[in-house]
């Protein structure tokens, strides 16, 4: 049993520039009191069949967590034009937030950016060399959801105990429970797939 749940990720500038930096907010509900803080980090990827041109944006360290729902807002560089292959920087590429305890991850939120030229005619006749002053991002808005089982520090409350500050009338919710634009892979392992 996870002792965090993602509840929502919503981003705040969404469709925005290419050279904008990600801005978001992260909903998320903790059902014990945690040691050690959360760490969590925005993953660029480019080329999903090379793990090297993987540019790590942002992570940023949340806590002391208590129980209940707890969100953040996270804000993350764009991505490195110079570290893109050109034949990657147009069009899908994936957007990944990652979240961990104590170096081990415990969710993986995967999402499909596309990238595209701001006007009709650059869409349709790209410039020979590309112009990232020109480029727009769009997100979207139905990420693929990966769990991981890890082992956390603190036990889950029992049973009809429930953790202060968080909801007596129903149960926790899982992660089956989210948004249903949100897919779901109920157990899987730390090198499981990408979005």
């Known amino acids: 049993m996870s002792i965090v749940t993602i509840r929502n990720v919503e981003f705040i500038n969404n469709p925005a520039r290419f050279s904008d930096?990600?801005?978001?907010?992260?909903?998320?509900?903790?059902?014990?009191?945690?040691?050690?803080?959360?760490?969590?980090?925005?993953?660029?990827?480019s080329s999903p069949g090379n793990e090297d041109l993987d540019q790590e944006l942002d992570d940023c360290l949340v806590g002391p967590v208590p129980p209940g729902v707890n969100s953040f807002e996270f804000e993350g560089s764009p991505p490195d034009p110079s570290k893109i292959p050109p034949e990657d920087v147009l069009g899908v590429a994936a957007l990944i937030l990652t979240g961990?305890?104590?170096?081990?991850?415990?969710?993986?939120?995967?999402?499909?950016?596309?990238?595209?030229?701001?006007?009709?005619?650059?869409?349709?006749?790209?410039?020979?060399?590309?112009?990232?002053?020109?480029?727009?991002?769009?997100?979207?808005?139905?990420?693929?959801?990966?769990?991981?089982?890890?082992?956390?520090?603190?036990?889950p409350p029992q049973q009809g105990q429930a953790a202060a500050g968080a909801a007596t009338s129903a149960a926790v919710p899982s992660a089956n429970d989210l948004d249903d634009t949100m897919e779901i892979d109920a157990q899987a392992t730390p090198n499981g797939p990408a979005p």
């Not at 945690?34 to 969590?40: H, N, P, Q």
């Not at 305890?101 to 005619?121: A, L």
């Not at 480029?135 to 082992?151: E, G």
Request: glycine content about 2%; charged content about 35%.
């Open 100 to 155: 961990s305890y104590k170096e081990q991850e415990f969710v993986r939120v995967g999402y499909y950016q596309n990238t595209e030229y701001d006007n009709e005619e650059m869409k349709e006749t790209p410039p020979t060399k590309i112009m990232f002053e020109r480029l727009v991002r769009d997100i979207s808005t139905k990420p693929r959801v990966t769990r991981f089982q890890i082992k956390w520090d603190v036990a």
């Open 21 to 45: 930096v990600y801005r978001f907010r992260v909903t998320f509900e903790c059902i014990a009191p945690l040691k050690d803080d959360l760490e969590w980090k925005l993953i660029y990827v």
